[in-house]
């Protein structure tokens, strides 16, 4: 039986670094045959650690500087040097973002969204994820994307391709299983097959399950039993464990 997984993960890795792209979705999810698994074998550049995972800095703590205050709420979020304590989180985050600091916004969004340190609020989630966006910052783009499915998958699409042209996976894959399902929009196998690639090639685990799928069942693609082996293989060796059974009742079929 075919397992679909909408991936809600909220996550906290940072790339400020980014500019906005307003182009069509068609930009985006382009379908070019590509095998992801053949680029993914190739030497991937070491990603750089984003100041929310950095080690508790050993400098005096500066009631002023807000990216200070910003790393202070992040060591009670995560309880790295601390006792881990969502309210003081909040409470930081707060004060950073008063100084208008980017990434204080995010993470009050996050905890608006989880109801941690807050009563959940996901009105003030889209908010402070608003505020967060116009910094370019492009998970806010992914979780704007995340809270609009509830409501507006117009909305939601939008944000979803701005944060896939940042190079978010996750918004790559989110895509894929709107296109794929007809969740939202009309159902449309080639552009659900181009999004998994895409994300894929950032080796997400789950974009290559789906892939697997699709080449076993010929939705936008040609069946290619081997191919998808392949594709299941790869989603089993990143820890998606559900690709093992789809191998095997592949092999059986040999």
């Not at 709420?73 to 989180?89: I, M, N, P, R, S």
Request: glycine share 6%; proline share 3%; hydrophobic share 30%.
């Amino acid at each position: 039986k075919r397992k679909r997984v909408k991936r809600n993960k909220s996550e906290t890795d940072r790339n400020n670094n980014h500019n906005n792209d307003n182009d069509k979705i068609s930009d985006v999810i382009e379908h070019k045959q590509t095998n992801p698994i053949k680029v993914m074998n190739r030497k991937q550049p070491q990603k750089r650690s984003s100041s929310v995972t950095r080690e508790v800095s050993n400098k005096p703590f500066d009631q002023n500087d807000p990216a200070i205050i910003n790393r202070k709420g992040c060591h009670y979020l995560f309880g790295k040097g601390v006792e881990q304590d969502y309210t003081k989180a909040f409470m930081y985050f707060q004060k950073a973002a008063k100084q208008n600091y980017p990434d204080a916004f995010f993470q009050l969004g996050y905890l608006y969204e989880q109801g941690l340190g807050v009563k959940q609020n996901h009105s003030n989630a889209i908010k402070c994820y608003t505020k967060a966006a116009e910094y370019n910052i492009p998970k806010a783009f992914y979780q704007l994307g995340k809270l609009y499915c509830n409501n507006d998958y117009s909305k939601a699409i939008k944000c979803y391709k701005i944060a896939a042209k940042m190079g978010v996976p996750e918004a790559f894959y989110n895509l894929g299983w709107l296109y794929e399902t007809g969740e939202g929009v009309e159902r449309d196998y080639l552009k659900a097959v181009g999004c998994f690639q895409k994300a894929a090639l950032m080796n997400y685990p789950i974009a290559f399950y789906h892939l697997g799928y699709m080449h076993e069942n010929g939705e936008g693609v040609d069946k290619n039993r081997d191919l998808a082996i392949e594709y299941y293989q790869k989603a089993a060796d990143l820890g998606e464990n559900v690709a093992i059974t789809k191998i095997d009742e592949l092999k059986k079929k040999i």
